[in-house]
């Protein structure tokens, strides 16, 4: 039995040996590049604190780290080989997939490639990377990393793994079975391992094109393996990569996700086929289609590079990201004439007022030996007029319909809350205080805690969901102007609802008459209302028949015409973010 004292001390030597390999395998790829020396682990305990498991290394592109499992690799009997296992892992941050968000995007086509086997595009974009990293260090650095593959003790070969060993196999011109690629291979697959290694090559550059080609091409392997129960995941160097990141560019769908996910044996670029379709230089030089994924797919995409958060967390992420390039310049009423501040002279700083308010300057001219409350000093500023007008953002009092007849913004694209985040990030960019409240039933209600400008509290409230029925909580709004004599700024209020907004106007739980405590509202915050509203396209007409729909309408367009407030009809709910990006031209231009 060893000796544990032994057995740890050997260990130390072992981590001393591979630290001083680090330049070697840093100059595999570079003399100028430069990385965070490898987290070395000596024992089990260690690497799972690092949150390594199943591997003997692994990388995390958010800090660029290196963290490899000593005791995983005496097992596997790699010991002999830091320069070629620590340039590997280096080469997972600088060529494959390099940043957090290529490696989302090499997600994103190999899903496309993997239906109903989706959820294998991490494992099968490990292989992919694996190999443009192996084959660039074997072929171009010299480093024996086939020789690593001998030595690597898989007792397990499911079809996917001989097919990649075999690919490695063909690409390096060695015999059939020297890396364990097992018995005789069918013609198929050997077939398709030539493929794989066309692919390698030939996407090498363009790496983003090959990985959909790849996950076709390993697709029927997955299948065969996934029947027979005996798929093995094994050194999965890159499934914490994302940990700690945020990866962007990612809502929307880019034009050659689709095309890219085609077999290799029918792909016209790696064979003399022709398809009848343009050039792939031409196709990548077209326009994008301007396509967004749903958020349950932007979310299944984060999961897979490993980025672990909620569903309601990702959502938030997805609509801040689509509404980010369409803010407005938020409204905003002239002020009497600004004021400049003028420095009027000094006077002491005591004990117990803020410090950001001490003149540090003056107060060592005071005395070099700074003593706070005896030769601490603060400036005492007055005003001017400026020569300018001042502009006063309107704050916005929001109030988004989340009954069930709205999509759940975690699982499917809703307009209504992309056009709140559009409307509220303008907002808080502008300088203004936001309120945003969500509504079901009158009593099913999420809301900020007033006016504020707290981004994340605002954007939990958008993308959270109710899904009862339709009451407007006119409450709400009773509470929220029955103090407010006359606010400091000016508020607009806007709902975002359908037909359903009618209830707004029915009488409260005290008796109240809903056109009252709207009325009060809209005189009390001073900055108008309005309501954006999915109405069909004869709702100001007398000729609908359903009954209900017809009071509905009624109610809303006295709500217009007798209550003051504006009602902007869309006809389905993407107008809505045409709304919200003209919302400054079509109702403030004047105030």
């Given at each position: ?100 968000t ?31 990293i ?45 890396l364990?690629?097992g ?50 995941v094994l ?13 962007g ?184 205080r ?38 407007f ?10 103090e ?6 000016s ?11 009618s ?83 079509m109702k403030?231009?004047?105030?």
């Open positions: 039995m060893s000796n544990p004292a032994t057995e740890a001390v050997s260990l130390q030597e072992l981590r001393e040996q591979w630290l001083r390999a680090w330049p070697r395998a840093l100059e595999a790829w570079s003399h100028y590049l430069q990385l965070r020396p490898p987290k070395l682990c000596v024992s089990a305990a260690e690497a799972a604190m690092e949150g390594l498991e199943d591997s003997f290394a692994m990388i995390r592109l958010q800090d660029q780290s290196v963290v490899v499992d000593l005791c995983a690799v005496r097992a596997s009997d790699i010991e002999q080989f830091p320069v070629e296992v620590l340039a590997h892992e280096i080469g997972h941050h600088v060529l494959a997939p390099a940043t957090l290529d490696h989302a995007r090499i997600l994103a086509r190999m899903r496309k490639a993997l239906p109903t086997l989706e959820g294998h595009a991490p494992y099968v974009a490990n292989l992919y990377t694996d190999l443009l192996n084959d660039r260090l074997q072929r171009s650095a010299q480093l024996r990393m086939a020789e690593i593959y001998r030595r690597l003790k898989v007792t397990h070969r499911s079809s996917v793994w001989r097919l990649y060993v075999r690919i490695y196999e063909m690409l390096w011109a060695l015999p059939q079975g020297s364990g690629s018995p005789k291979l069918t013609d198929n697959m050997e077939g398709d391992a030539w493929l794989g290694a066309r692919v390698i090559r030939h996407f090498a550059r363009e790496r983003l094109d090959g990985a959909g080609r790849f996950a076709a091409l390993i697709l029927p392997y997955l299948v065969e393996d996934a029947a027979a129960n005996a798929l093995s050194w999965h160097d890159t499934r914490q990569a994302g940990k700690g990141g945020q990866p560019g990612l809502t929307e769908i880019e034009p050659d996700e689709e095309r890219a996910a085609v077999h290799p044996a029918n792909d016209p670029e790696l064979s003399d086929v022709s398809t009848g379709l343009p050039p792939a230089e031409v196709e990548r030089q077209a326009p994008a289609r301007g396509q967004a994924r749903q958020p349950y797919e932007y979310g299944e995409i984060l999961r897979a590079a490993g980025v672990a958060s909620s569903d309601h967390e990702l959502a938030i992420r997805y609509y801040k990201e689509r509404a980010t390039t369409q803010l407005i310049p938020f409204p905003s009423r002239q002020a009497p004439v600004g004021t400049d501040p003028l420095p009027e002279g000094i006077e002491p700083w005591d004990v117990g007022e803020s410090l950001d308010r001490i003149d540090w300057f003056q107060s060592v001219l005071v005395s070099p030996k700074v003593v706070a409350g005896l030769s601490t000093v603060q400036r005492v500023w007055g005003t001017e007029d400026g020569d300018e007008p001042k502009r006063v953002p309107l704050d916005l009092d929001l109030y988004v319909d989340s009954s069930g007849s709205m999509p759940d913004p975690s699982r499917i694209l809703s307009y209504p809350a992309l056009a709140g985040t559009i409307l509220c990030l303008s907002a808080l960019r502008a300088g203004a936001v309120k945003a409240t969500l509504w079901s039933g009158k009593l099913q209600v999420r809301k900020t805690a007033g006016f504020v400008r707290d981004e994340h509290a605002i954007m939990e409230v958008l993308t959270g969901y109710l899904g009862g029925g339709t009451q909580p006119i409450h709400e709004l009773r509470e929220t102007y029955r407010v004599a006359a606010p400091d700024r508020r607009h209020i806007l709902i975002i609802s359908d037909d359903g907004v209830t707004m106007f029915e009488p409260d739980e005290q008796g109240q008459p809903g056109w009252q405590i709207a009325r009060e509202a809209l005189a009390r915050a001073g900055g108008g209302g309005t309501l954006l509203l999915n109405l069909p396209e004869n709702w100001e007409s007398a000729t609908i028949k359903h009954l209900a729909l017809k009071v509905a309408l009624q109610t809303i367009r006295r709500a217009r015409d007798e209550g003051g407030w504006q009602v902007h009809r869309v006809a389905n709910w993407e107008e809505l973010t045409a709304f919200a990006r003209a919302f400054s031209r403030y231009t004047s105030l």
